[in-house]
């Protein structure tokens, strides 16, 4: 489903990416492990496009990305970010919502929430939790709430950037626990990064090292 050719990105005298083959086989869970400043995360956003490299070539399901039609494009993807990202402001299902409550194809509000208050459900969190903020959760409720996120639109794709950063490690064996029987269900592909061993082995169907070459500005070769 995804494909990387020879990706080059530099910024400035920092060469990040140099040479970068990797492939992403549809329905399989992708991990990236590697070093602070190894590339892993401008990787992820070559991915996505919100980055553009300076070579090579990325391709999902055959088509460039960086040709690709943007809503439509990024509305594949589905995104567990590392803080967890949640809008303060909202309440818990306007937060999980957040896709389905905008754009060309919005839905009325008591459909969005009843389809936030089932993904809450999905990751172990019950109907009360809907109409609280962010800042009343622990740190293992928010993060579950960013993952009821990310699969609220049943993307095709899930991103996970660090999803058990911050978490002892009763939360985050639950987390990846969750994330290996989500992507299970929905035969989603996911690509993580993270630095913790334990996640690595709880759902990595493949994994790919980001390493040194040489010189600190010579970076991540996979």
Do not use: Y
């Not at 400043?37 to 919100?50: A, H, N, P, Q, R």
């Not at 939360?171 to 592909?189: F, P, S």
């Amino acid at each position: 489903m995804i494909t990387l050719n020879d990706v080059h990105k530099a910024f400035g005298a920092n060469r990040v990416l140099q040479g970068v083959n990797l492939s992403i086989a549809s329905g399989t869970s992708m991990v990236i492990i590697g070093g602070s400043g190894t590339g892993k995360s401008v990787l992820l956003k070559c991915v996505l496009g919100l980055v553009r490299p300076d070579s090579g070539q990325i391709m999902l399901d055959g088509q460039d990305v960086t040709k690709a039609d943007r809503d439509a494009f990024l509305a594949r993807f589905g995104m567990l970010f590392q803080g967890g990202a949640l809008f303060d402001s909202l309440r818990v299902w306007e937060n999980v919502a957040f896709r389905l409550l905008r754009g060309a194809k919005a839905l009325p509000k008591p459909q969005a929430r009843e389809i936030a208050i089932e993904k809450l459900r999905r990751v172990g969190l019950k109907p009360d939790v809907a109409d609280q903020f962010p800042a009343e959760l622990s740190g293992g409720m928010q993060k579950r709430v960013g993952l009821a996120r990310a699969i609220a639109a049943s993307p095709e794709i899930i991103f996970f950037d660090e999803p058990t950063t911050g978490l002892d490690p009763i939360m985050a064996g639950v987390i990846n626990d969750l994330i290996r029987e989500i992507v299970t269900e929905m035969g989603a592909t996911a690509m993580t990064i993270t630095h913790d061993m334990s996640s690595v082995r709880a759902i990595a169907d493949n994994v790919a090292h980001a390493a040194w070459r040489g010189d600190p500005l010579d970076r991540a070769g996979f």
